[in-house]
């Protein structure tokens, strides 16, 4: 678990988010950071040989909040939440809303596969960019 905070920590310096909230089978973690410096470019990145655990990671399986806003797991307080650690989910199937200037804006799977990691926690604010969970594609998906 210590390597995979480390490679969250790097991941945050490296794409600017000043927040991550994990939670796995394996327990929880909370990460905060000032960010003082903006993130290299990808491009930047994508040809630079690194030592870089992070430039392992399959960035697709990665869902980003794709506006600021306020993350929610669930449509409504006494609801069930859409997706849980270990949830199946199908392709444009409903995984959390973002809450961004009164809008709800629902975020949908991008692929089938299985909820593997949970970063955002109900109610709390993301950023552009930010991690909020992990999906494993099915075989065969992407």
């Known amino acids: ?11 945050m310096s490296r794409h600017g ?5 994990w939670t796995s089978d394996r327990g ?4 905060k950071s000032s960010v003082t410096g903006a993130a290299a470019p990808a491009a930047q990145r994508a040809d630079a040989e690194s030592d870089d655990p992070m430039a392992s990671v399959d960035w697709s399986e990665i869902i980003e909040s794709p506006v600021v ?17 270990g949830s199946r989910v199908e392709k444009g199937q409903t995984i ?14 991008p692929h089938s596969g ?5 970063y955002a926690e109900d109610g709390q604010k993301v950023e552009y960019g930010q991690m909020m969970m992990r999906i494993k594609p099915l075989e065969g998906e992407k």
């Open 17 to 21: 988010v000043s927040e991550v909230r």
């Open 69 to 85: 806003g306020t993350y929610y797991a669930q449509a409504a307080p006494n609801e069930p939440p859409f997706v849980s650690l």
């Open 1 to 11: 678990m210590l390597d995979d905070i480390l490679e969250l920590m790097k991941a």
């Open 114 to 118: 299985i909820v593997t990691e949970i």
């Open 96 to 109: 959390c809303i973002i809450e961004a200037m009164k809008l709800l804006n629902e975020i949908v799977a």
């Open 28 to 31: 929880k973690v909370v990460l």
